[in-house]
């Protein structure tokens, strides 16, 4: 257990140093920038981590690791009340933790070892672990009980579906955060001693606990908190936005503590909408077409014209959908190239847009049509029309019909007009 009287002597008894390592580049957030530089309310995910160590009680010396050449997050550091040291990180996180080493001042007793992703940590998770190691551990991890039922598995050569090879008992399992905080003679150490090995055995290295272990240290544990999640994918991010947003104290820069933050945009990921508009006339009188509109065929009424069948309602659901993905259009994707959509029926030319957004690294949210036009009479149908549409599209397709009272083409009933919009969000497979 760790007395409170310890904690507060974490930082008057001992040198502390907190390395962030912050030099990944984000590839699962997907904002084209280092991943601590992406914004959370206003301020960089770095900005939060370091507004988190600058209220705990154990921080003293502070290092973040960079990504290489950076300059922007460097300005932050330096606007900062913490002011950290600096440091280029390396290709590896791991490297990026022995940067950060590189630099500690002589003398410093413990290191707190901090992802940057994870930079809503709350201080106290900070001084917890600084308290354990102050009470005598080597090595100090925070930690949360794992919720859902963990299985190890395997793939044999040549089995498409790899199988369970066990399930080791819930209760032993915890999940890991950081910071992980080491008596730093003995983290410098073990990373010395990991420097001969094989590429393989260090690439397994995750973290700087395992490498205490397989030293043979004794790890130990102090509670994790649900705020210290890692950011890595856009839920992830919209998660944070969430915890931020319930938690008003969270996220407020130290340096303004008794002010209005200032309303910002928050650029989280935000889904992309699409819109795709198709008309088609009604094929003359002297030209009998089957009508296929929304996915279905409806007997007896004349059909649209066009070299397709014409289903106006499936061609601007799949203008949408391409639109929201930013993949260009009908034309791009079943144009002259591709002489096997031509005169493909509206739900196959939708099923292979859904799946060309997906391939683009989207999933589909939704796709919303309406077509005004005088025939067909189309309200008995509609729920009909949307299974249909939302079974080619993998995804809700919902379409509704309206007239536009006698005017123009769609009025007298020489063609019809539909309007769609869909919504996609970017996904990591
Ligand atoms: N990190 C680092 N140097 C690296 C790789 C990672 O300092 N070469 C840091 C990241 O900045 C992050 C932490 O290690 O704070 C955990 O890594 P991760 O969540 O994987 O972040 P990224 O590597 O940035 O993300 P991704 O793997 O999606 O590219
Ligand atoms: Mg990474």
Redesign the pocket.
Known sequence: MVSAENQASAKTTQRTAVIV?????????GYGV???LVPLKGRSLLEHALDNIARTRCAGEVIV?LPPGDTELARLCASHPLAPLLVP?????N??VRAGLSKMGPGTENVLIH???RCLTPPDVFDAVAAALADGAKAVIPVLPVVDTIKTVSQDPGEVHPHVTGTPARESLRAVQTPQGFHAPTLIAAHAQADGWDKVTAEAITDDAMLMEMLGERVSTVPGSPAAL?I?TPTDLLLAKFLLATNPTEGTPVNQPDEQIPAQPVPLIIPRTGIGIDVHAVADASEPREMWLAGLHFPGVQGLSGHSDGDAVAHAACDALFSAAGIGDLGTHFGTDRPEYAGASGTTLLAEAARLVRAAGFEIGNVAVQFVGRRPKFAARRLEADAVLSEAAGAPVTVTATTSDGLGYEGTGEGLTAYATALVYSVQR
């Not at 990180?89 to 996180?93: A, F, K, M, V, Y």
Request: hydrophobic fraction near 30%; charged fraction near 25%; charge should be positive.
């Open positions: 390592v912050a030099a990944g580049s984000g590839t699962r957030l280092p991943k601590a690791v990180g390396g290709s590896t996180r490297d990026s992802d940057a992703a890692k890595t």
